[in-house]
């Protein structure tokens, strides 16, 4: 780790001007070279060819989970390093790579003393995702956070009027998963080494719907009650319709039967844990 690019994403939960500068101080402070920085998404994502050409050997984002999903999925081919830092709400993935969560003190620690390691990863088809899958009624909830997010008001009332009768909707089922025989409004599939871990959020009545829609806005949502959980090898929704999908927070429509299984990563992903003996 000595030739950096930093990804930043200001529309992460996490990123502003002062901490983005304490980490690049952080960078000089630590014997690191900074070769290029990209602002995503005002700038576009750097390519395998502009990285080798600039002798990078780690790619080191401050972003949220899509921003992440994104640049992995760009980079898929490309040999070197990921250094991810905590710039999102949840960063699930960070705190599974990192015993802290300050992200200058994870960039003193990887600069001195790292390991490179495979995570698990959720796959559906072309899709992948490495925090989780967000399937049901409940997933056209993420328009009207977005918005709120951004302070588009109008259009996040829009969006969470939609949501709520979404949400009264018939739910989903799945198949072949004996488990979670339910319908449910909200279904979240998380990778582990151990497999697919579902949780199945049951909203019956207009007060856990509500429940379920505010804890959606504040990216807490599996805080709401009524919540069956199960670790499974692979599930599939049933139904001949396509369904919303958030991977890592993006929308992606799966067709109908689409096979959702989990696979381990390559080992790119610094990790600044102690080794388990």
Known sequence: MRILWFITNDQSGSVGDTRRAAIEEAFRASGLQLAGHSRFPEAPLPDAQTLTAARVDTVVLFAGDGTINAVAHRLADWPGALLILPGGTMNLLARELHDVLDPVEIVRRAATMHRTVAVPQVIAGDHRAFVGVILGPAAYWY?????????????????????????????????????????????????????????????????????????????????????????????RVRGSASRLALFDGEPVMLPPGTDIRCAMSGRRFITTRKERE
Not at 182 to 188: H, N, P, S, T, V
Not at 196 to 209: P, S, T
């Open 143 to 235: 328009r009207a956070r977005e918005n709120m997010r951004v302070g588009r008001i109008r259009r996040a009332i829009a969006g969470i009027r939609h949501a709520w009768r979404v949400t009264f909707g018939k739910g989903v089922r799945l198949a072949d998963t004996p488990e979670l025989p339910g319908r449910y409004q909200a279904i979240w599939v998380q990778p582990a080494t151990e497999g697919l871990k579902v949780a199945g959020v049951v909203a019956h009545d207009w007060r856990m719907a509500g429940e379920l829609g505010w804890q959606w806005l504040r990216g807490h949502w599996l805080a709401a009650s009524a919540v069956e959980r199960a670790t499974v090898g692979h599930l």
